[in-house]
C-alpha cells in the first residue's frame, strides 16, 4: 500500500492551496481518509479526516480547510484557504479501514509534502 501526496508549495498568508492524496495497493472506498501535518519543534497533529460519516476537522482549521475524495481515483484532497504562517508544516495522508481519529494510529502513511506560509 502507497500514499503519495503532492500539491504542497510556497504561499502567502491569504492565500490556497490543494494538497492530494493518491493510493495504491488496495481500494481505499470505504476507508477512512485523513490529513495531520507537524511543523518544525512540533508534535504531529490532526488536521481533518474523512469517512462515510462525512468530515471532521481540527478546530484551528476548521472554516478554512476542507477534505474531499474520489473513490474512483481512490484519491483524498484538501483544499486548504485563507492560509496562515501558522499553518506551515509537512502535511501527512493517511488511511485506514477501521475508523478515524483524531490520534496518529492510522494504519498507512504518506512521505510527506512540505507548506510553507509566508507573512
Known amino acids: 500500500v502507497q500514499l503519495v501526496e503532492s500539491g504542497g508549495g510556497l504561499v502567502q498568508a491569504g492565500g490556497s492551496l490543494r494538497l492530494s492524496c493518491a493510493a495504491s495497493?488496495?481500494?481505499?472506498?470505504?476507508?477512512?481518509m485523513g490529513w495531520f501535518r507537524q511543523a518544525p519543534g512540533k508534535e504531529r497533529e490532526f488536521v481533518a479526516a474523512?469517512?462515510?460519516?462525512?468530515?471532521n476537522y481540527a478546530d484551528s482549521v476548521k472554516g478554512r480547510f476542507t477534505v474531499s475524495r474520489d473513490n474512483a481515483k481512490n484519491t483524498v484532497y484538501l483544499q486548504m484557504n485563507s492560509l496562515k504562517p501558522e499553518d506551515t508544516a509537512i502535511y501527512y495522508c493517511?488511511?485506514?479501514?477501521?475508523?478515524?481519529?483524531?490520534?496518529?494510529?492510522?494504519?498507512?502513511w504518506g512521505q510527506g509534502t512540505q507548506v510553507t506560509v509566508s507573512s
Open positions: 493517511t488511511a485506514d479501514p477501521a475508523g478515524w481519529s483524531r490520534s496518529g494510529s492510522w494504519a498507512y
Open positions: 495497493g488496495r481500494t481505499f472506498g470505504t476507508a477512512a
Open positions: 474523512i469517512s462515510r460519516s462525512g468530515g
